[in-house]
């Protein structure tokens, strides 16, 4: 969008809509126009917020989330009696989330000096959620993830743009745009993925995946840190499972699909259907590491997984560019690859395959 004046208070707008909405009985609030966000945004349950014509841009300065389903951080929100149901975002024309101006929060630097946890850096952040939609939207700018979603099942993110702040600053301070593998260390807002899927997420669609992201464009990633810890719900299944990831078609500066668990949380029955590198044609970087990730190398976890703990994954349809089409780490259980293809002179396979003690 062209550059435009944002009327300011958007959060309280929005929220009043909501209200209303409420009240009326309708549960669906319209919201076009520009709009300056300061402060997070609840959506109860039963409710559709549609954005048409819509931009969204947070506040200068601003440390939160543009959106966070009503119960999010609270106590009930934390057990099965609290779960939040049926929750909508749809964009109708131009619905675009801007992270806006960088705030400088990263995951080195959370929590230091009265910062805020590294998670306060998501457009949208759902937990507890059964039952969600998010469709026909772009977001850009992100902060870090911008649409993030623990323990949330029975849902659909499709048809979703990404476009990544590429912003880099070489050691003497010149700023730069476009981001490049051998200066990563510039790179000025980092692991900026696109959809996450954390601990207890199930039963979800995500398709029609499209733009360019820093990090990863979908991730589905079972472990069990701060975030999984600060909004885990007991009494709910904590795996990552019945996921169908399709026509993902994005420039990813690390991966475009990834899959991670590493100690105790099950990844399973994921079926992965369409991955598309096109970082050949984005002006924002020039290549990057795998089109999709099974495990990893290092440890972000406690150990690498069993082939009890990650099973029953399909990967079909894969065209990459990058270092490598497929990066397989860990031990896994049923894996089934076809219709993967390799061209301008990625390697096909990094096979890290092993049982770690």
Not at 46 to 67: G, P, Q, Y
Not at 76 to 85: E, M, V, Y
Not at 87 to 105: M, Q
Not at 291 to 296: H, L, Q
Request: contains cysteine; negative net charge.
């Amino acid at each position: 969008m062209s550059e435009k004046k944002y009327q300011k208070n958007g959060s309280g707008y929005i929220t009043s809509m909501i209200s209303s909405a409420i009240d009326d009985g309708s549960r669906t609030a319209v919201i076009s126009g520009a709009w300056e966000i300061d402060r997070e945004i609840r959506l109860p349950s039963n409710f559709t917020l549609i954005l048409e014509n819509c931009e969204l841009r947070m506040a200068d300065d601003s440390f939160c989330n543009m959106f966070v389903n009503e119960n999010h951080g609270s106590d009930i929100g934390k057990t099965p009696a609290g779960t939040d149901r049926n929750i909508s975002i749809i964009g109708r024309g131009a619905a675009v989330l801007d992270g806006g101006k960088y705030n400088g929060l990263s995951e080195r630097n959370q929590l230091k000096d009265g910062r805020p946890p590294i998670w306060k850096n998501n457009l949208l952040l759902f937990t507890n959620v059964e039952g969600f939609k998010v469709s026909d939207i772009s977001c850009i700018n992100q902060r870090w993830w911008a649409l993030n979603f623990v323990y949330c099942s029975n849902g659909y993110v499709g048809n979703v743009h990404f476009c990544s702040n590429d912003t880099a600053v070489d050691p003497q301070g010149n700023v730069y745009h476009g981001l490049k593998r051998a200066a990563y260390n510039d790179v000025l807002v980092k692991n900026s993925d696109g959809v996450d899927l954390r601990q207890g997420c199930h039963d979800i669609v995500i398709e029609n995946i499209t733009g360019f992201t820093e990090d990863d464009s979908v991730a589905l990633t079972a472990l069990n840190g701060n975030l999984e810890k600060t909004f885990g719900v007991d009494g709910l299944p904590c795996d990552i499972f019945n996921v169908t990831v399709r026509n993902v078609r994005t420039a990813a500066y690390c991966t475009n699909v990834r899959l991670l668990n590493q100690g105790d949380i099950k990844l399973h029955d994921i079926l992965i259907d369409g991955v598309y590198d096109t970082s050949a044609e984005c002006e924002r970087m020039d290549r990057g590491i795998y089109a999709v990730r099974v495990g990893d190398n290092r440890i972000y976890g406690t150990r690498h997984a069993t082939k009890d703990e990650t099973y029953n994954i399909t990967i079909r349809n894969v065209r990459g560019r990058g270092t490598h089409v497929i990066s397989l780490a860990g031990e896994m259980d049923n894996l089934v690859m076809y219709g993967i293809e390799a061209f301008d002179g990625a390697q096909m396979l990094l096979d890290d395959r092993r049982i770690t003690e």
